[in-house]
């Protein structure tokens, strides 16, 4: 285990912290349940890291275990866990709306270098780009506006249904970049109609955007999320973010 008795000095989180915070956020803003060994796989370390990692968090009350030894942010760790997500998201937006990165590529950036900007630079870069309110692939930007959306998976879409892609997953960003990379490539990216015809066998959904048709495995549908149409518009009700 790396000695972590630096890793929480000072008045601003290190590099660890942040990145086992915002571990911690993506898993719980997903809907699973947070586990130590969840956040050993998501991170790459051992469960033992994990646990001193977190108990240092505890101590500094950003973090609660509950009953069965899973976790959950305290109020002051979600504000700071939400502070890091939020550079991650706007420097993201950078990457890709003003240097012109792939998805995928933005993502693994994002994560190296977000945390090296001041929170001068980060609001201008933020203000420069029209204060937008998702990431790339549509996840909100934590402090930007939320837009309540009530959202469903592709794979749990009726068919026939028209939506209007809304975000992908974080999960799906983190563990699957190829992913990330297919959904670009194919047009699948918030704002943009889409309607479920069939399936391809057990394994795929045939999908229509822009047009045309397109396969898309279980995985990768249960990893986009959309928005219905209205029942009364007779179209997709969201625009682009």
Known sequence: MPDLSKAFSGPNLSSTAARYLEATY???????????????????????TVT???????????????????????????????????????????LTDALGLDWATADEEAGRMSHFFSDLVLERIFEGLGRPTTCPHGNEIPGAGSRGRALVSLFDLEPGSPAVISRISEVAEHEA???????????????????????????????????????????AARSVWVERARPDSGRASAGSP
Not at 54 to 61: A, I, K, N, S, W
């Open 177 to 219: 970049p190829q992913l990330l990379r297919l959904l670009q490539a194919e047009g699948l990216k918030p704002g943009v109609q889409v309607e479920v015809r069939r399936e391809v066998g057990a394994e795929a959904l045939t999908v229509v955007v822009g047009g045309r048709q397109t396969a898309l495995g279980l995985r």
């Open 26 to 48: 993506y898993i719980a803003h997903e809907g699973e349940t947070v586990r130590p060994s969840r956040i050993a796989e998501w991170l790459g370390v051992s469960a033992p």
């Open 52 to 94: 001193g990692v977190m108990q240092r968090l505890h101590e500094q009350g950003l973090v609660e275990f509950n009953s069965d030894r899973s976790l959950r942010l305290t109020g002051p760790g979600e504000q700071q866990a939400s502070q890091v997500v939020r550079r991650h998201r706007v420097v993201e937006r950078w």
